[in-house]
Nanobody, 123 residues
């Protein structure tokens, strides 16, 4: 059973930073490809970053250069460092784990989901 628990969300002013964490059940990080998604009210869910089991990363154009995805296999934790935050980054953020081509973050099946953590950026 894969369990994912996000934390680290909150309210911040534009230009600020937040680091999201996703605590995963044992061996999840080293077995599945992982990703961060977000969904704002009235908008479709968007994948913002992904990481394969060997560390390859991929980012949505909207966050490139501002967000960094990383993982700590020893702690079974996925991170999303978010810098230079903008009001349009406001959303519920979810982490996901999945199979497929697990070394390629662009070909992850995103089967398992956490409950989400809210990020609100004010102008």
């Amino acid at each position: 059973q894969v369990q994912l628990v996000e934390s680290g969300g909150g309210s911040v002013q534009a230009g600020g930073s937040l680091r999201l964490s996703c605590a995963a059940s044992r061996s999840t990080i080293s077995t599945y490809c992982m990703g961060w998604f977000r969904q704002a009210p009235g908008k479709e869910r968007e994948k913002v970053a992904g990481i394969g089991i060997f560390g390859s990363t991929a980012y949505a154009d909207s966050v490139k250069g501002r967000f960094t995805i990383s993982q700590d296999n020893a702690k079974n934790t996925l991170y999303l460092q978010m810098n230079s935050l903008k009001p349009e980054d406001t959303a519920m953020y979810y982490c996901a784990a999945g199979g497929g081509t697990v070394w390629n973050p662009n070909r992850c099946t995103d089967e398992y989901w956490g409950q989400g953590t809210q990020v609100t950026v004010s102008s």
